[in-house]
């Protein structure tokens, strides 16, 4: 049986795909090169370019210097030629940002809001997307979208969030979470976000867990250039392994999940303040918060060991809690070189490179990789 037939249309479609391609992961490079490295004719080279650069989406910057005969002129992707907007939900709080098409964060804002099922908190939504274009008088042409961030489970048709413990709300209808943002709209799982940052950034291509620790626990699994999602996409849901049969009650109704352990919870709202108060005094020596955060710590490692066996990789830690533990971790590595027959230095456990940002970056960068794909 043959294969079906590509048309010369879908062949130049493909053409310009792989040289805008090529240009935006070397970010400076000479037509000649796009020819050699291609094995495409000039001609056809230079009718991509004239077309990308109609398009405003490269750029020529000065010339290479010469190697004996006329020097090559300079070819660069235009990094603001799309801007997309990234919206973090959380409980008490809302964050938002806004990226160029390499993930680089133009502006960020984190807000006191409190979540609502009613139409005003769509419409707060919406000011917020339109207030942060308007301040960086962004064109709004060259808005691809907005990407949103929710700590909840979703269906398979991404049309309801069907339970997000934090947020109180079950069978949530999604297009009530963005009636009143004027862009087109990608709504996601945090973990999944989070996890996307980080495989944006997976250059090596290699295998990675990324769990995610807020007040709810989740995470991800990363297989090479994509996310590993499941059946009912729902893998990588870490924090409602059991660990301890029987144990405390978790947000999702069950006993022992580790989110009951290690949600930023336990850190925060359980003592009645806030988390950053809580690492100024485990800092300062705080006697009673030492002895909590041991306990902490000690699930928190269970956790990540159950994750490091199940798929030897690489466990990445990002959501809330990443940006207070680079204090402690050299004693979380210690703490799992103890606990692991295999692995006897715990290098293989990491912190997000973006940390606070990472879930709404991950968001706006979905609408940048489905941006580079359609061209």
Request: proline share 2%.
């Amino acid at each position: 049986m043959t294969g079906k037939k590509i048309t010369s249309i879908e062949v130049k479609k493909m053409n310009k795909n792989r040289i805008y391609r090529l240009i935006y992961n070397s970010r400076e490079i000479a037509r000649q090169d796009i020819a050699a490295r291609m094995s495409l004719s000039l001609p056809t080279v230079n009718q991509n370019l004239k077309e990308l650069t109609e398009e405003e989406l490269i750029e020529y910057g000065g010339n290479f210097k010469s190697t004996g005969g006329r020097k090559a002129q300079a070819i660069n992707p235009v990094h603001d030629a799309r801007i997309t907007i990234g919206l973090e939900i959380r409980k008490n709080h809302v964050s938002i940002l806004a990226i160029d098409l390499y993930g680089t964060v133009l502006d960020y804002e984190k807000y006191v809001k409190t979540f609502s099922e009613e139409e005003e908190y769509s419409r707060y939504l919406g000011y917020l997307v339109h207030n942060i274009i308007e301040h960086n008088h962004f064109d709004k042409d060259k808005i691809l979208g907005v990407g949103i961030a929710v700590p909840g489970v979703f269906d398979q048709e991404k049309e309801y969030i069907i339970k997000a413990p934090s947020l109180g709300i079950n069978r949530y209808p999604i297009s009530k979470l963005t009636q009143a943002i004027n862009y087109p709209c990608i709504v996601d799982n945090d973990a999944n976000s989070g996890a996307f940052t980080e495989l944006w950034n997976n250059s090596k291509g290699e295998d990675k867990a990324y769990l995610s620790v807020g007040k709810g626990v989740g995470g991800c699994i990363i297989k090479k250039d994509e996310l590993y999602k499941g059946h009912h996409h729902r893998a990588g849901e870490f924090g409602h392994m059991t660990i301890s049969p029987g144990g405390r009650l978790c947000n999702c109704g069950q006993k022992g999940c580790l989110e009951a352990y290690i949600s930023t919870a336990r850190v925060s709202d359980d003592l009645g303040c806030q988390i950053e108060d809580f690492f100024s005094e485990l800092a300062a020596g705080n006697e009673e918060y030492l002895k909590i955060w041991d306990e902490y710590l000690e699930y928190l490692c269970i956790g990540i060991n159950n994750i490091y066996m199940v798929y030897d990789s690489d466990v990445v830690l990002g959501g809330v809690l990443a940006q207070y533990l680079d204090p402690y971790l050299e004693e979380i590595k210690r703490r799992l070189a103890e606990r692991n027959f295999f692995e006897k230095s715990g290098e293989y456990f990491k912190l997000t490179g973006y940390q606070s940002r990472a879930t709404a970056i991950g968001a706006a960068l979905q609408l940048v990789n489905k941006f580079i794909e359609s061209i």
